[in-house]
Nanobody, 123 residues
Framework: QVQLVESGGGLVQTGDSLRLACTAS????????MGWFRQAPGKERDFVAFISRSGDSTVYVDSVKGRFTISRDNAKNTVYLQMNSLKPEDTAVYYC????????????????WGQGTQVTVSS
């Protein structure tokens, strides 16, 4: 069992930056692909980015490429999402998730989820 706890959300203005963190319990963090997803008001939850177990491979949704960076520190059991040049359309609850089987953007492949952290970008 893995427990994930997100932090770092908040209210910012257009163009600002935020760094989200997700810390996992347990000793097997490095065996999980980690992903970030987000759910905007009134919309379904969507993929944002994932990072491979070792951190040498990352994938992003097109809308955040060049603005967001996912990274991980396996020694700290933590995955990060650095978000720069934020836009109002980035407003959402952001979730981290852990997947033991594969590097994937499919939500159904992720076994464990955090509770989410709210990011609000004002115009």
């Amino acid at each position: 069992q893995v427990q994930l706890v997100e932090s770092g959300g908040g209210l910012v203005q257009t163009g600002d930056s935020l760094r989200l963190a997700c810390t996992a319990s347990g000793r097997t963090f490095s065996t999980y692909t980690m992903g970030w997803f987000r759910q905007a008001p009134g919309k379904e939850r969507d993929f944002v980015a994932f990072i491979s177990r070792s951190g040498d491979s990352t994938v992003y949704v097109d809308s955040v490429k060049g603005r967001f960076t996912i990274s991980r520190d396996n020694a700290k059991n933590t995955v990060y999402l650095q978000m720069n040049s934020l836009k109002p359309e980035d407003t959402a609850v952001y979730y981290c998730a852990a997947n033991r089987l594969s590097s994937t953007r499919r939500q159904s492949d992720y076994d464990y989820w955090g509770q989410g952290t709210q990011v609000t970008v004002s115009s």
